[in-house]
């Protein structure tokens, strides 16, 4: 068989994305860790006019969820990307506890673009270590849009470009906010723009760690891309 295209995909339908495949006719191999997917495309059937309407076809329909035309992890594609553009991150960390960090500095070549990471666990820590006030952690508690924001902030200065922000609720108890477990919010942002993410993460302690760790990085790869950051 002949290799057509090779996508990494976060988080697609899986069920839409077969549908799709099946409906074109093409042969492929799909497999995933967690919601990271990857995507072989191979055919014998198709020529070369159909083989490039497909692959339009599966772009338009599915760009929301690819981040990647190669066979490369979430955190080699953002080292990829920053190096491209000589910009560095910092990623200030409550309930991934640092994995977030891990997985980019585990990168060939990270040390260029890399430039700290903070795991502030504690309220305290939020509050000395990155200047989130304590008027915000009282009112929206430490699992919140605002303190995930002012986090980013914390660490936006004149040597980090772009920041990767988390806080969450891991379990397997919630908090005295008795936030439900799973709740988390990821900050993405620049100096000119802020996004924060909601999700409600499902299964234990690791897995919510690990999810919210390739959310992260997902939402910081698809940010970079849509050049709506000045990065």
């Known amino acids: 068989m002949i290799t057509v295209g090779v996508y990494k995909l ?21 497999s995933h860790n967690y919601s990271d997917y990857l995507l072989k495309i191979n055919t014998e059937k198709l020529d070369d006019l159909q083989i490039d309407t497909v692959q339009k076809e599966l772009l338009k ?3 929301k ?8 992890s979430l955190q080699e594609q953002l080292v990829k990307i920053l190096s ?15 994995r977030i960090s891990s997985m980019i500095t585990s990168v060939s070549g990270s040390s260029k673009v890399f430039y ?46 772009f920041a990767i922000s988390t806080t969450g609720i891991a379990g397997p108890n919630s908090d005295d906010s008795n936030f439900p477990v799973g709740l988390c919010y990821i900050g993405i942002g620049s100096k000119s723009k802020i996004s924060i993410f909601k999700h409600k993460l499902k299964g ?4 919510i760690c690990k999810s919210g760790a390739n959310l992260a990085l997902f939402h910081a790869v698809m940010a970079l891309r849509s050049g709506k950051y000045d990065v």
């Open 116 to 161: 700290e990471g903070i795991v502030a666990y504690s309220p305290d820590a939020k509050n000395k270590r990155l200047g989130v006030r304590e008027e915000t952690l009282e009112e929206f508690k430490p699992v919140s849009s605002q303190v995930a924001t002012e986090m980013l902030s914390g660490l936006l200065g004149s040597e980090t470009d």
């Open 204 to 207: 234990d302690r690791k897995d």
């Open 84 to 98: 491209i553009r000589n910009a560095k991150i910092s990623c200030a960390e409550s309930f991934t506890g640092g």
């Open 65 to 72: 969820y690819i981040y990647a035309e190669s066979d490369i």
């Open 61 to 63: 329909n599915f760009s």
């Open 10 to 30: 976060f988080a697609v339908p899986e069920e839409e994305l077969i549908k799709f495949l099946d409906e074109k006719g093409l042969t492929y191999s799909l």
